[in-house]
């Protein structure tokens, strides 16, 4: 499997996490997860694990795993891991095309921010995923959608820093100012990622789209909604019993 891009990607993604959108995506995934007290959480295509650390503050969560078949973004996480010693938290370098290696019935919360679009056969994914969530888990998908590009993300981080105090906003742009090369390295990768769009080996989704794909598998629609002007969708489902 071809991980090249991203490795690069892996280099500059923290610049990425830190920007208000994906926070504001984050938030939203968390909202839709609600507050309960969980055994088991899955991070499929976890990335640097931003998500996951910032869920493993929770001490309500026993076991929380991250999975990501980039060297590089395994790499960054267990280095945060070894920064920041989160016991209930776990990483594992493996594709997610194949779900196999996780027992049936044994997740309550499984979700997946920005990798489903990069996946040949998502709805396989899905299928393997209800397999492994308990009979009343949940499963929660960020998405960009045929609206989503990067120029417009930016714009969106401006508005939403317009709505900080001043003293963030100016730290908001002196922190940003500081990761400019790693921005570059976003910037570029997305260049490709847009390549790769255009090209049909990454899909965006529109409402039709994404359920046609899980129609296609074992899991049902709860709730959909759209953030950032449309250029996300955040999704929830539940497994059909
Ligand atoms: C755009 S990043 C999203 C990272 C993270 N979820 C976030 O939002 O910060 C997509 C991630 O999916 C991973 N990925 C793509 N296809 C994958 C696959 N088949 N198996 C495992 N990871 C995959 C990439 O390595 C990358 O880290």
Known sequence: ???MLWEFYALGYDALCASLPHKKIRESVIRIIGEKKY??????????GTMLFSLSRNNEVSKMVGIDFTWTM???CQLKQLLWQRANLHFMRKSINNLDFISE????IVYSINTLFALPHP???LTKVSKIIKDDGVV???LPTEK???TKMAKEHISLLTKLTLINQILNFGANLLLLPLWLIVGIANLFISLKEKRGSYTTYDKKKVIAVIDESELYLKE???ILSGQMMIIKLGKNK
């Open 1 to 3: 499997m071809n991980t």
């Open 39 to 48: 055994d088991t959480i899955l991070d499929l295509g976890c990335g640097t």
């Open 74 to 76: 395994i790499a960054i």
């Open 105 to 108: 019935s044994s997740i309550d």
């Open 123 to 125: 709805a396989t994914t």
């Open 140 to 142: 929660v998908l960020a």
């Open 148 to 150: 989503f590009s990067f």
């Open 224 to 226: 959909m909604i759209e």
